[in-house]
């Protein structure tokens, strides 16, 4: 009888065969048509589809999470040590970025006329990109929080850019859930566990297509970053090639040492096992370049894999999808800087610990979809009063680093997952309590 492939290995082929495809339509200059035509919409379908649940998922699953806590006091327990952890996280991997960026000074390379094709390149895209945020200079500072309590949770439901809202919504319910008598509450518990238990089992349906996804995804941007002058492209971003670099080096330093470093301090799971277990969503978050879009996957294989409870993970994995962003935030201060240095224009130590700042607090309200960074990133330099327009130094590769930042983004959401869960006893490798009969009788 043969063995069927494991997942993550059947993604593997399909990212590589939807690369290999793509280099050899742009190599030998057949016409684009067929793969925009007929192979991307496959990708779409695919995204659309993981899409089409996060949105339930989160709510479901944050309402039965908070609900099954059984007291406000565990919640904000667990909540404490969440959006803690994720702050700590995101302050680090802003001031990682920026010290590669001060030591490497990748803007200082980039030619004079390199930056001025790139100016001229991306100009309308950045006057579309500036004017999203034109309308946020004249609001209150306390806006992002009026923007966090939907006006009509029904409205916020059909947009996944207001997951927030939708987070807010569940949190409260499961709270008021465990304010009223258990015989009124327990039905609509149940009716969430069960829409929950649906949804995962539609995540299973989904990812019976997910190599071919990926394919399509991988296949169709090989061919749309080229567009019709390859050779063109391939040299701007030969141009941009050191500030990639700064970037993906950060990024790894994330995963291959900040991530294992606390893992190690606050857990006994093996940083290779807990790597192991988190490869399909890596994957995912790697061809999709949404935390939104593979949650359902995240939440799957960290319960499944790593043994963190439902409890733990239905309410720490929706709300890092949401407000925690490491290699978003570490991308925004390489990138700040680098345009400050490729415009000439010298950085103070407050205007860089202002990117910290910024950064930091603009990752809450971040939507975890492809290209949500940018927007960011515009709000991270009009606080440096760096030139807005200048994100067209950095439009050429962003979406190639997307990619690798998304798979930041899910990794820390998990590895805070299974902190949470391992101080909380929610754990089955490495529980505190169980380690330490002390700690137990105290927290009991």
Do not use: W
């Not at 969440?82 to 030591?103: C, D, H, K, P, R």
């Not at 004249?138 to 439901?157: H, K, Y």
């Not at 327009?389 to 997307?402: H, K, M, S, T």
Request: hydrophobic share 55%.
């Amino acid at each position: 009888m043969k063995r069927k492939l494991p997942l993550h290995t059947q993604i593997i082929i399909g990212l590589v065969l939807g690369l290999v495809l793509g280099l050899v339509v742009v190599k030998f200059g057949f016409a684009p048509d067929f793969i925009i035509d007929y192979i991307k919409p496959i990708g779409t379908i695919f995204i659309n589809a993981l899409k089409m649940i996060a949105v339930p998922l989160v709510l479901a699953s944050l309402i039965v999470g908070v609900s099954n806590l059984g007291d406000v006091t565990k919640l904000g327990r667990i909540g404490g040590k969440t959006i803690t952890a994720y702050m700590i996280t995101t302050v680090i991997s802003v001031t990682f970025g920026l010290i590669l960026v001060n030591v490497f000074k990748p803007g200082k390379s980039l030619p004079l006329d390199t930056r001025d094709n790139l100016m001229a390149l991306y100009d309308s895209n950045v006057e579309s990109r500036t004017s999203a945020v034109e309308s946020l200079r004249d609001q209150s500072p306390l806006q992002p929080l009026v923007d966090i309590v939907p006006e009509n949770i029904f409205l916020a439901t059909t947009n996944n850019g207001s997951m927030l809202q939708v987070v807010f919504f569940a949190i409260i319910m499961g709270i008021a859930l465990l304010q009223i008598p258990k015989s009124k509450a327990q039905p609509v518990i149940a009716f969430f566990d069960g829409l929950n238990d649906v949804i995962i089992k539609i995540v299973g349906f989904i990812m019976l297509i997910a190599p071919y996804g990926v394919f399509a995804l991988m296949a169709s941007l090989i061919v749309e970053i080229t567009g019709d002058n390859p050779d063109s492209a391939i040299s701007l971003l030969m141009a941009l090639l050191k500030y990639s670099l700064v970037v993906v080096f950060g990024l790894l330093m994330m995963i291959l040492l900040v991530y294992p470093l606390i893992l190690k301090l606050f857990t006994k799971v093996k940083y290779l096992d807990f790597f192991k277990a988190l490869r399909p969503a890596q994957l995912l978050a790697f061809s999709t370049s949404s935390s939104s879009a593979t949650l359902p996957v995240t939440m799957k294989q960290v319960e499944e894999e790593l043994g963190v409870s439902e409890e733990v993970s239905s309410f720490v994995l929706p709300l890092g999808a949401t407000i925690n962003m490491d290699g978003t935030s570490l991308y925004q201060g390489v990138a700040a800087v680098f345009i400050a240095q490729a415009l000439g224009l010298d950085l103070t130590l407050t205007q860089q610990l202002m990117i910290v700042l910024t950064a930091t607090l603009a990752s809450i309200g971040t939507a975890g979809v492809p290209g949500a960074g940018i927007i960011m990133l515009i709000i991270v330099l009009e606080s440096i009063d760096v030139p807005a327009a200048g994100i067209a130094l950095i439009l050429a590769p962003d979406r190639i680093l997307d990619m690798f930042r998304t798979v930041v983004n899910v990794t820390g959401d998990a590895m805070v997952c299974t902190v949470v869960a391992s101080t909380e006893g929610e754990l089955p490798d490495g529980l505190i309590r169980q380690s330490n009969p002390l700690t137990a009788n105290v927290e009991e």
